[in-house]
């Protein structure tokens, strides 16, 4: 059964998304589901960074931003 490795490479593929991204340094929550026909990642975080700052972003650059991470985690 290869999922556990799987989720630890999922997780890993989540931090390396965040950083991406640029949240790397804000609250998030990365959960690997390992219960369903395929292992998935779901990921959620938060705009705000720890000194309160928003970031803001259209959904065109965060849509962009998403496709070029997961291009480079792939």
Known sequence: NDRPDMAAKLLEAGTTLMQLLG??????????HTDTDHVHLHY??????????????????????LEEACAVVA
């Open 23 to 32: 949240v790397d340094k804000n609250r998030y929550v990365l959960v690997v």
């Open 44 to 65: 959620l975080y938060s705009r705000v960074d720890r000194e309160g700052c928003i970031r803001e972003r259209d959904a065109k650059f965060r849509q962009y931003l």
